[in-house]
């Protein structure tokens, strides 16, 4: 089955500057990538996602960015904001019928 | 449009105790999903449903049961509640097809004293 990890677990960067998390995946076959952000106390929402037939796709100060060869993809947060404090989850997904799996998060702090 | 609703929202069971959780979605997804959430382990898949009727395991199965008797319901039940069962519990569903993301619940946080 899949495996997803995901690195690094926390990241403290200062608001204005970059956040880059990165996750790898074991099965090949997989090829659909979302990200998730989780709040303190809060469901966690879908934020941006990307299938295998793309190599990047961007959404205003949020990119990601997908490796197939390597079997890597990527978060990048451009200009943070506190309100980008959160914690952030990779998942990938193998094939129809099975569920994502879910990388351990990251826990993003953005000082002001 | 109310998405995924859980209910309850909070729970304090004492050891041994049974009880069941509740996840409604009203978006007519085939997919529902049982996550659990600790520190530091993520979410992990607890049991998973691919269309009414059906159910199957996940990663940490063992202590559970579910039960998807209609498509928009997806029944969690503890029979016997364990301290280590203490997490915050998320319901998830999704459309069919594999490049569709999950609907997350707002949570159920479970203690078991």
């Known amino acids: 089955g899949e495996n997803v990890e995901q690195h690094p677990s926390t990241l403290s960067v200062q608001e204005g500057d970059s956040a880059v998390i990165k996750c790898t995946y074991s099965?090949?076959?997989?090829?659909?990538f979302p990200w998730y952000k989780q709040e303190l106390g809060k469901r966690p929402q879908l934020i941006i996602d990307i299938r295998s037939n793309v190599g990047e796709k961007k959404d205003q100060r949020i990119a990601v960015t997908l490796n197939k060869t390597a079997k890597h993809f990527s978060l990048h947060i451009t200009e943070t904001q506190p309100e980008d404090s959160a914690v952030y989850f990779c998942a990938a997904r193998d094939s129809g019928n099975t569920p994502l799996v879910f990388g351990k998060g990251t826990r993003l702090s953005v000082i002001a | 449009n109310a998405g995924v609703t859980q209910t309850p929202k909070f729970r304090v069971l004492k050891t041994g105790q049974s009880m069941t959780l509740l996840c409604a979605q009203d978006m007519n997804h085939e997919y529902m999903y049982w996550y659990r959430q600790d520190p530091g382990m993520g979410l992990r898949l607890i049991h998973y449903s691919v269309g009414e009727g059906t159910t199957a395991k996940g990663e940490v199965p063992d202590g559970y049961n579910v039960s998807r008797l209609k498509k928009q319901n997806f029944l969690l039940g503890l029979e016997s509640a364990a301290p280590s069962q203490t997490s915050v519990y998320f319901c998830?569903?999704?459309?069919?097809?594999?490049?569709?993301?999950?609907?997350f619940g707002s949570g159920t946080r479970l203690t078991v004293v």
């Open positions: 099965d090949s076959a997989s090829n659909y």
């Open positions: 998830a569903s999704s459309a069919y097809g594999r490049e569709y993301g999950y609907t």
